[in-house]
């Protein structure tokens, strides 16, 4: 089946302004992205959703493929809706816009698991690494099933590990915001409210999980870090200088 990757970039940041275009690298950061999503093997087309004409003209002399969508979009995944409802192929990724370091293997991987027959949603989760806190509410976790499909998502520390002293050490996973849909899937997740759970815990995947939706989750063995503030992007420079 036919693959796009779509990758959302508001200009907007509360925490990082104009964080997509950040530039100290030469290239903007999203265009970071872009670079690594065209690795992929998988993959028909690379596309950048946006709100402004700012990201549009950055990202030309890189001849990245653009498309203006509405700024009353609340989320990404409403933003990449709006181009997948103009688009033919049967799955779709959502590669976040500040994921420069994204592994090309795990957006393939992501398009093989949509591949299944029965398929409706994917997700890519991996175990927590030393110095990971599963305390941390901005780290989601994942409760998976034996089967790989997701039970839910948390910024709590689940699965709740009710004796302290035990030596069952409890399989915590890190939920990273790569997302793939089936098309059709996309569309009506995008046409739904946001649900009870969702509001709660302010993850949108809880949507498509109260809704019924199967999420099957890649296991990769290593998060790439995203960049969320000026301190992450400028170790980030330093990582592309060395």
Known sequence: MSAVVVIPARYGSSRFPAKVLASETGRPLVQHVVDRA??????????????????????????????????????????????????????????????????????????????????????????????????????????VAQDGRALYFSRLPVPYRREPISDAAPPYYHHLGIYGYRREVLLRFASWKPTMLEQTEKLEQLRALEHGVRIDCLKVQTAPPGIDTPEQYAAFVQRQRN
Do not use: W, Y
């Not at 994921?99 to 698991?113: K, M, N, Q, R």
């Open 38 to 143: 065209r690795r992929c093997r998988s993959v028909r087309q690379v596309i950048v959703a946006t709100d402004d004409q700012r990201v549009i003209e950055a990202l030309r002399p890189f001849e990245t493929t653009c498309v203006m969508t509405s700024i009353a979009h609340q989320s990404g995944t409403d933003r990449i809706a709006e181009v997948a409802s103009s688009l033919a192929d049967d799955i779709v990724i959502n590669v976040q816009g500040d994921e420069p370091e994204i592994d090309p293997g795990a957006i393939d991987g992501l398009v093989e698991l949509m591949n299944r027959p029965g398929s409706e949603m994917g997700t890519v989760i991996t175990p927590f690494g030393p110095g990971k806190d599963p305390n941390d509410p901005n780290i989601v976790k994942a409760v």
